[in-house]
């Protein structure tokens, strides 16, 4: 199982581990789980006390991940805090246009960026495997596209002249931090999946 209940993220992953033999289920299928405080300073931390809480929970195999966006000239933030970046109750849009006001005046050479990805797995008999992912890019000058989430709109991508919400999908799955991480993870589960037998 998977923890988190954001659908965005749920499609990358089923898409990303297709036929591996796993039922991928997400937080939605246990909703009586209570929400894990991330309270890590890093992405591994956070990805990992979700992971081995809901392990604990469902006693089933369960996959966390942690990723967030890093700004160089903002000293990596809004880093693990991306999903909080200007308060809880915020939309996404409105945490692109924050982040924008927070670069203006900033020329695009001088935005450098990354999405990093952390993914953790814990088994039902407590062994933990971290993996990360990175994509490297730019804070575009205002957003563009209609595809993914998050901050996808404004992380231009200068390889391919787009921002990652301008690029279709099944593009974005090769290049994202969450490809790249679950890549290396799909090697592990594999493994996993061969000891099963």
Same mark, same amino acid.
């Given at each position: 199982?998977?923890?988190?209940?954001?659908?965005?993220?749920?499609?990358?992953?089923?898409?990303l581990?297709?036929?591996?033999?796993?039922?991928?289920?997400?937080l939605?299928?246990?909703?009586?789980?209570?929400?894990?405080?991330?309270?890590?300073?890093?992405?591994?931390?956070?990805?990992?006390?979700?992971?081995?809480?809901? #392990? &604990? +929970?469902?006693?089933?195999? *369960?996959l966390?991940?942690?990723? $967030?966006? =890093?700004?160089?000239?903002?000293?990596?933030?809004?880093?693990?805090k991306?999903?909080?970046?200007?308060?809880?109750?915020?939309?996404?849009a409105?945490?692109c246009e924050?982040?924008?006001?927070?670069?203006?005046?900033?020329?695009?050479?001088?935005?450098? #960026? &990354? +999405?990093?990805?952390?993914? *953790?797995?814990?088994?039902?008999? $407590?062994? =933990?495997?971290?993996?990360?992912?990175?994509?490297?890019?730019?804070?575009?000058?205002?957003?563009?596209?209609?595809?993914?989430?998050?901050?996808?709109?404004?992380?231009?991508?200068?390889?391919?002249?787009?921002?990652?919400a301008?690029?279709?999908?099944?593009e974005?799955?090769?290049?994202?931090?969450r490809?790249?991480?679950?890549?290396?993870?799909?090697?592990?589960?594999?493994?996993?999946?061969?000891?099963r037998?």
């Amino acid at each position: 199982m998977v923890a988190t209940r954001n659908p965005g993220k749920i499609r990358e992953i089923r898409a990303l581990l297709e036929g591996l033999g796993y039922e991928i289920l997400s937080l939605d299928h246990y909703p009586p789980f209570p929400p894990v405080e991330e309270r890590g300073e890093t992405f591994r931390e956070n990805a990992l006390e979700k992971a081995r809480a809901a #392990a &604990r +929970f469902t006693g089933e195999m *369960a996959l966390a991940d942690d990723s $967030g966006l =890093e700004v160089d000239i903002l000293d990596g933030a809004p880093g693990v805090k991306s999903a909080r970046f200007g308060g809880e109750d915020i939309s996404d849009a409105q945490r692109c246009e924050l982040l924008l006001k927070k670069l203006e005046g900033v020329p695009l050479e001088n935005r450098k #960026a &990354r +999405f990093r990805c952390v993914i *953790a797995l814990v088994t039902p008999r $407590g062994e =933990e495997y971290v993996v990360e992912g990175t994509c490297e890019g730019y804070i575009a000058l205002k957003p563009k596209g209609g595809h993914g989430f998050g901050y996808d709109p404004v992380f231009y991508l200068p390889s391919y002249g787009r921002t990652m919400a301008q690029i279709p999908p099944e593009e974005k799955n090769k290049i994202s931090h969450r490809a790249q991480a679950l890549a290396k993870m799909k090697v592990i589960l594999e493994r996993l999946a061969g000891g099963r037998s």
